[in-house]
Structure formats: structure tokens, C-alpha cells
């Protein structure tokens, strides 16, 4: 009877260690999700930047050939 006890709390290590496991697997995954929205946003946020210095240096380079 303790044997068969013994066997059974086993199982329940394993389903816990492998509940655990997909627990951090998933949590692990998440976190590459998040840092790879991150990088994106700041890709986005650099483009956009870049995108705003050329609109305004080319309408400063538009007005100052206007007016010579």
C-alpha cells in the first residue's frame, strides 16, 4: 500500500515538474514576444525621426532656393 502511495506522488512530481516547465516555457516566450514588440516600436519611432528630419531639411532647403 505504501508502494503504490509512493508511485502516486511520483506522478504527481511529474505532472508538477512538467506543469512548471510549461509554465516557464510559456512565461519565456512571452518575454521574447515582448522584447520583439519592443524593438519594432523603436524601429518604428526611429523611422519615423528620420522621416521628420528629411520632411523638415527638405522644406528648409524648398524655401531658401524660393527665395533666392
Not at 509554465?23 to 518604428?44: D, G, P, T, Y
Request: aromatic fraction near 4%; avoid cysteine; proline fraction near 0%.
Amino acid at each position: 500500500m505504501a508502494a503504490v502511495a509512493g508511485l502516486y506522488g511520483l506522478g504527481e512530481d511529474r505532472q508538477h515538474r512538467k506543469k512548471q516547465q510549461q509554465q516557464q516555457q510559456h512565461q519565456k516566450e512571452q518575454l521574447e514576444q515582448k522584447e520583439e514588440q519592443k524593438k519594432i516600436a523603436e524601429r518604428k519611432l526611429q523611422l519615423r525621426e528620420q522621416q521628420l528630419q528629411r520632411n523638415s531639411l527638405d522644406g528648409y532647403g524648398y524655401a531658401k532656393t524660393k527665395a533666392n
